[in-house]
């Protein structure tokens, strides 16, 4: 219940606000009266009004107000009294507002949930002006723990081939056993997948304790290896031997600790949740880690030594190849698809046309320390031989001259070139928008020529079929020659038209990279593009409104700077000298003066030079704000007939152009209607559906126009 207090009429009855609000939290909130005692204990005594007069607007409004002069008046003579919309709790994070909004994940990951979260935040809400959402809880703990799990898992990796390589004092043998870490990681991935269960921290530190632990059987058989090799001068028997008499004690190397973390695995206790994923990894990954090891380990010895020792150069090649392989083995995730406003936010880190704009605001930026560019000072020693005495001794002078033009001058130079930084800084932010504009409409193209690819696709598979149908009804006699022909050519037809989208798909989807500056594959997210229009129109906000502005500035600035340089320039010289002659001594000494232009012309024809400049500037800004209205009112009018068209296909022109060709397709195989109609029938489903195509492309290309015209 909102109050707003007439001012006027709570001086015209004598009260004040802090009366009022004292009746209004008594009456509602209640207020300490006094003192009651029982016994030795003491309670406050509350005044507030009964329950049946604290529930509605109306006792607010009835409230009654005691006057000075004795009388009474309700609150509702006072103030506006009215129902509002209000927070019901209001907490802070860092001095700014905060509201919680609190979500429990059951079957499914966190990250993959946020993900989708954060997909709708951007997609379908408009945050207001200094709004912004953050997430955190135990989203935040998982990436807080995995940015330190990308740290402890490379060091754990290392550390673990470190210590191999000291053990063995071999890089060959080190490989070899290392290799049972992506052997072991197979079985913990499929365990996972098999168990549905998602990557989580506690599942990235099982990886952690299981390569540890898979190592420990690719020891045991090299070690033995080793060992054996001064018995046997065939290396595929000792491998065989070897292999048989540390078969038993490489399977209790690896049951050992997968028993021993089994229970975990099972455990649903309190606690399980964490347990699980761990015991899961390690289980699953000895697993395989134990019987790939016994496998692939022996081959690799066999193809690392010979019979003398040494390693042959094609085999090291060969078996460096299926190390890189393994070690470099991952179901290769498919990348999750790009939104548009991921492909924005990545062409405002990547594009270099916006990063070279930016060293240009930065050189603007810098080149203000400029305006202050005295002249070098001067140096000089003179020997003055027109004034010698009698000993030959003649006047020497050594001094200091400096030479700087009127101060005021250099103030008009610094704010000319402030007025020059911020003519960069709106270029910059016009960059930013045009390239944010390129990359959407880039974005929208390439989109379209997928839409325009999927449905000549269709469009194919429906002449296909009925070009197969046609040729066995020319076969059996039952159509003639022409129609085979007819639908054959349609065919054709068709899939030209789907090579030349797919052709301006693939280049379409070349200038989105190069604007991105993307390297390799690049996949955009098939989900409903939602574009928000913008109808406020505020040109002084505009960057190259204000471009104009400071240009206009920039100029103002430069015509005083131009008559400031026809006032004098002073002239500063302190030296120190020799008197010659028999009572000779140093003295110091000092020049000022002025420097006078005696000829005005040439500067006066610069200052008027400028302020032609600045006439010229001042209309060139006001045909662009002509310009700026002028395209708003033309995009306004063709968004209002896209609209028209959009909302005629998706009202009726959608559901006629699938009931035309399905009644097509179903009539020509009852026979109702011959060949050239079946064709013109399917040829006016196709027409309704592409128009709607190029009618939602140009409609979308329109409001980013409008967008980033306005905004």
Do not use: C
């Amino acid at each position: 219940m909102k109050i707003e207090y007439d001012r006027g009429k709570i001086a015209k009855f004598g009260l004040n606000i802090s009366d009022l609000n004292e009746i209004v939290t008594m009456g509602f909130a209640g207020m300490t009266a006094g003192k009651v005692f029982e016994g030795e204990r003491q309670f406050d005594l509350v005044v507030r009004f009964a329950e049946p007069f604290r529930k509605d607007i109306s006792n607010l409004e009835q409230a009654s107000i005691q006057l000075p002069n004795g009388g009474s008046v309700p609150l509702s003579e006072l103030a506006k009294i009215s129902y509002t919309k209000g927070p019901a709790k209001i907490s802070r994070d860092n001095t700014n507002r905060r509201i919680v909004i609190g979500v429990n994940v059951r079957n499914r990951d966190l990250q993959s949930v946020v993900d989708d979260i954060q997909s709708i935040v951007a997609n379908q809400i408009d945050l207001p002006e200094g709004y912004r959402v953050a997430y955190g809880g135990q989203f935040e703990n998982l990436q807080k723990a995995r940015n330190r799990l990308m740290i402890a898992v490379p060091i754990a990796l290392f550390l673990i081939f470190v210590l191999l390589y000291f053990a063995f004092s071999s890089t060959q043998d080190a490989l070899m056993i290392y290799s049972a870490i992506p052997l072991s990681a197979i079985g913990g991935i499929l365990l996972l997948w098999a168990r549905d269960m998602p990557f989580s921290i506690s599942a990235g530190v099982g990886f952690i304790a299981l390569f540890g632990i898979a190592v420990l059987n690719g020891i045991v058989l090299i070690e033995h290896f080793k060992s054996m090799e001064s018995h046997y001068t065939n290396i595929k028997d000792l491998v065989i031997t070897g292999a048989k008499e540390r078969l038993r004690p490489v399977l209790l190397t690896a049951s050992a600790a997968a028993l021993g973390f089994l229970p975990m695995a099972i455990s649903n206790s309190a606690g399980a949740e964490v347990q699980r994923p761990l015991a899961t990894v390690v289980v699953g990954g000895l697993i395989t880690a134990t019987f790939l090891t016994l496998i692939v380990l022996p081959v690799l010895y066999v193809l690392f030594k010979t019979k003398s020792g040494s390693s042959s150069p094609s085999k090291k090649i060969l078996t460096s190849v299926v190390l890189i392989s393994m070690f470099s083995f991952a179901v290769k995730a498919q990348e999750t698809p790009l939104t548009l406003e991921q492909a924005i936010e990545i062409g405002m880190e990547r594009n270099l046309n916006l990063q070279a704009a930016d060293k240009s605001l930065e050189m603007a930026n810098v080149s203000i320390g400029q305006g202050w560019n005295l002249d070098k000072a001067n140096v000089y020693y003179s020997e003055d031989k027109n004034d010698i005495a009698e000993n030959g001794v003649f006047n020497r002078k050594i001094g200091l001259s400096q030479s700087f033009a009127f101060p005021s001058l250099y103030g008009a130079q610094k704010n000319a070139l402030e007025a020059g930084a911020e003519m960069q800084l709106s270029q910059f932010e016009l960059q930013k928008r045009k390239l944010q504009g390129e990359i959407s409409k880039g974005y929208i193209e390439v989109r379209y020529w997928q839409e325009l690819i999927e449905n000549y696709e269709y469009l194919d598979s429906l002449y296909a079929e009925f070009s197969r149908a046609a040729t066995r009804k020319f076969e059996t006699g039952e159509s003639n020659y022409l129609e085979k022909l007819t639908a054959e050519g349609k065919r054709q037809e068709i899939g030209l038209k789907k090579s030349e989208s797919n052709e301006n798909y693939l280049m379409a989807l070349d200038q989105l990279k190069l604007i991105l500056n993307w390297e390799g594959d690049l996949e955009l997210s098939r989900a409903e593009i939602a574009l928000d229009i913008s109808l406020e129109q505020d040109w002084s906000t505009h960057p190259g409104v204000e471009y104009y502005e400071s240009a206009v500035s920039q100029s103002g600035f430069q015509i005083q700077t131009e008559k400031r340089k026809l006032l004098p320039d002073i002239n500063l010289d302190v030296f120190r000298g020799t008197n010659p002659g028999a009572n000779a001594k140093i003295y110091p000494g000092f020049h000022a003066g002025i420097t006078l232009p005696l000829f005005f012309g040439a500067q006066k024809s610069h200052v008027k030079s400028s302020e032609f400049q600045q006439q010229k500037i001042q209309l060139e800004a006001e045909q662009y704000i002509n310009q700026l209205e002028s395209r708003a009112q033309q995009l306004h009018r063709q968004l209002d007939q896209n609209i028209r068209v959009i909302n005629y296909y998706e009202a009726e022109g959608k559901t006629l152009s699938l009931q035309i060709l399905e009644q097509a397709q179903r009539s020509y195989q009852e026979g109702e209607i011959d060949f050239l109609q079946y064709v013109q029938l399917m040829e006016n489903s196709r027409t309704i559906t592409l128009h709607y195509l190029q009618s939602k492309f140009a409609y979308q290309q329109t409001i980013l126009d409008i967008n980033y015209l306005l905004n």
